[in-house]
């Protein structure tokens, strides 16, 4: 079932599987694989004309309302990365010291987070709350 979000083109603001971007694929995941609706933000980041280094106030915007930081990661747990001095991109630990992420312009893959490139710029897991979830 993984396959299927393994080699997603990236596209700013996708949110389907012929192109989408970091979110996108995280609200991919969280829909079709788990089950779980999870806001898009296309259109905010569409409308606003984000780039990557303004996507950082949404995601800490959104971790407040949904998420709750953990100490270790466990499978489905978002991985919050930067880019410089900004939180500019996320990711779904899989578990194993695995994460899936789509970082423009490459197309979604499963990396480890041991990997030097990535592992230097986590700054944190977030679990998605349980309760005050919207229904489907």
């Given at each position: 079932?993984?396959?299927?979000f ?30 779980t ?41 978002c ?58």
């Amino acid at each position: 079932m993984l396959s299927k979000f393994v080699g997603i083109p990236y596209v700013a603001h996708g949110r389907d599987y012929d192109g989408a971007d970091c979110w996108g694929l995280v609200y991919l995941y969280y829909r079709d694989l788990l089950g779980t609706p999870i806001p898009s933000y296309s259109v905010e980041m569409h409308e606003r004309e984000f780039h990557r280094r303004d996507i950082g106030p949404l995601i800490d915007a959104e971790k407040e309302k949904r998420w709750l930081q953990a100490d270790a990661p466990s499978p489905g747990d978002c991985v919050l990365l930067r880019a410089g001095r900004y939180n500019s991109h996320v990711g779904i630990f899989l578990g194993a010291g695995k994460i899936l992420h789509s970082e423009g312009p490459e197309p979604s893959v499963v990396a480890r987070l041991d990997d030097m490139r990535l592992r230097s710029r986590i700054t944190g897991y977030f679990r998605l709350k349980t309760d005050g979830l919207p229904s489907a």
